[in-house]
């Protein structure tokens, strides 16, 4: 599953499965090839912060993990070293969509992006945060 | 609870507790006065990434509510806009420390930042990752 | 030149042109309409760090400006409160090619990114930077 | 004055002055040694924005710079590929002095971060940004 060339989807599926926050918080894989990862994840109470909107710490999960799923498809394992985020609205809805792209993907470090969108009972969805990570490959 | 007055250490708990998410992850507010702020936080092994370390998204769920915390005390109710953080080490040990405080609390905005510390069987700790939010009073 | 309502492509040149520094660094808008703008500069040896690539501080007056001329087309004077960027390639080239866009001009807070590019001989332009920045409407 | 172990004070003067952009600005190195440098710089009007402030572009290369100074002493060069900040407040003043610190110098990566004090005429000091930047050693 590791290895310094590029993971397949079914290579980000069965990581997003041995990672614990994700099961606990239902991350679900729906896409994962060629520098670009998609992750879904339902709405739950469990997770919302003061005003019962999604929780930052959510949020950040959600677009960093899709930045890690983005990254591995290219280089295999990674760790991210920064991350950041902009909240551009409240973060509420049926469900969440992330979408991550590869920026660089660099010998000694790779550059990815991601948006977060939710989505109403309609399947309307609206863009409510953008986040960046920066990853160091671990099997080069 | 709210107000463009800053929030007491009753206010506080009473803020974190009102949080599903920190309830599920088991936050406790250590201290919260003058624009600081501390959470504690047990290890669990349902909050952890792929490798079995303290998630991303835990890691900024812990340094934002140690930013957001910290800016209540001075400012009341606020949301965040941006947030980044520097992850300089794995993020394991027996509990983690979150420490936040503000920076600069204007009309318009607040900055805080926040240092995350891991805590060994011993009692010693280390310093895991950094973070800064960037947050809009609510009440004002 | 200033109001809540937004600048029209005269007001940002006359905008650029009031800035001592975007004078000395010789930035020249070249669009900039309904949250979005465009810079370009010739490359000088005078604005070189120490490996003789465009130094990182003009990377960021390039991107910064780019986000700010698209803000400013949508909200009137702003300002910045925070910036980041991320550096993928040397900068080197015969030119540079800033593109900024506004992802939600709020009412207290305006969100905007930008991509800056290397142009060679030829006209090829290389993706050597990105960045954002957070801004707060002045005339609001 | 490169190398896999850090500069010296005068290794970090000679780099200062083989930066083009650094001796345009007039930034001076009064301080670098064991992870900390410290820069200062003139009031200049060239280098402002339209309102008249010491120019985006120019606090990033203070609280770059610095953050680097800090970093080679540790690790020889070192290149930077992220970056962020944020403006408290007006930078206005006789001079400006940047104090960069390491937060932690690993093998791969070098996480460094900066303070910006603008100083009136009578030498008092407040604080107008901070910044962070993460950098990637070039001789390993």
Known sequence: MTGSSGM???DVVALNSSA???RLAGFEVTAAASGTA????????DL????????AGMI???LDT?????AVTKAGN???SHFSMNCLRPAVGRRFVAKGITVRAGRKQIFAKAELFSE??????????TGDTLMVPLDR
Chains 1, 2, 3, 4 share one sequence.
Not at 66 to 70: H, I, K, N, P, V
Not at 120 to 129: F, K
């Open 8 to 10: 397949s989807f079914q």
């Open 38 to 45: 998609e992750i879904v994840m339902q709405w739950s109470d």
């Open 66 to 70: 899709a930045c890690g799923f983005a």
């Open 60 to 62: 950040a999960a959600l």
């Open 78 to 80: 990674v760790t991210a």
């Open 48 to 55: 919302t912060q003061y005003e019962g909107h999604l929780h």
């Open 120 to 129: 109403n009972e309609q399947g309307d969805r609206t863009l409510v945060a």
């Open 20 to 22: 614990r926050l994700n």
